[in-house]
């Protein structure tokens, strides 16, 4: 018994060390969020962001690889100061058994964005995504620069490219920064 409660002190503890960054809730306004599908390029790829009746986000829709599409995004501008301590990117989502990208951006003005991707169980789940591995993109292109290492965080976004015609659905409860 003292096995366990040593063990629920330390998840507590372990758990108190994220700071929410953004936190969907049913006063939520998805209008902050930008929709950004391969359509910027004549794609006709669809998605859409609304919050549920429980307050979750719920990114949606469909990927088409149709003239030369294939994804589909959300994007937060914000400003979020990084500290030395945080060392990690935190998302509670619950996905379809796809993969997502997670992306940041130090400035709004880069035309690089950082990308980390994860993949989703279908459950509930906290995904930690460690700051220093988000590595610099263009166009779905690497690039050979630094991986971000910043000290702001000026956007942030939610991508589905898997190279796939594909239904999606992703439902997010918070982002955090641990």
Do not use: C
């Not at 790829?45 to 149709?66: A, M, R």
């Not at 003239?67 to 914000?78: D, H, K, P, R």
């Not at 951006?105 to 279908?122: D, L």
Request: glycine share 8%; aromatic share 12%; no cysteine.
């Amino acid at each position: 018994m003292k096995l366990l409660f040593t063990l629920f002190l330390l998840v507590i503890a372990v758990g108190t060390d994220t700071e929410t960054i953004y936190d969907f809730s049913k006063q939520s306004d998805v209008k902050e969020w930008n929709l950004v599908n391969d359509d910027v390029m004549g794609g006709i790829s669809k998605s859409s962001l609304v919050v549920t009746e429980e307050g979750h986000g719920h990114f949606s829709g469909q990927v088409s690889l149709e003239n030369n599409g294939g994804f589909a995004s959300i994007q937060l501008n914000t400003k979020i100061k990084l500290v030395e301590k945080n060392k990690f990117i935190v998302l509670r989502v619950k996905g379809d058994g796809r993969q997502y990208e997670f992306r940041l951006k130090g400035a709004v003005s880069q035309y690089e964005s950082y990308v980390h991707r994860f993949n989703t169980s279908g459950e509930w789940e906290e995904i930690k995504l460690e700051i220093d591995d988000f590595y610099p993109q263009f166009r779905g292109r690497n690039l050979n620069i630094p991986n971000f290492n910043f000290e702001n965080i000026e956007q942030m976004s939610f991508l589905i490219a898997n190279k796939k015609n594909e239904a999606f659905d992703l439902l997010i409860d918070w982002i955090g920064i641990a």
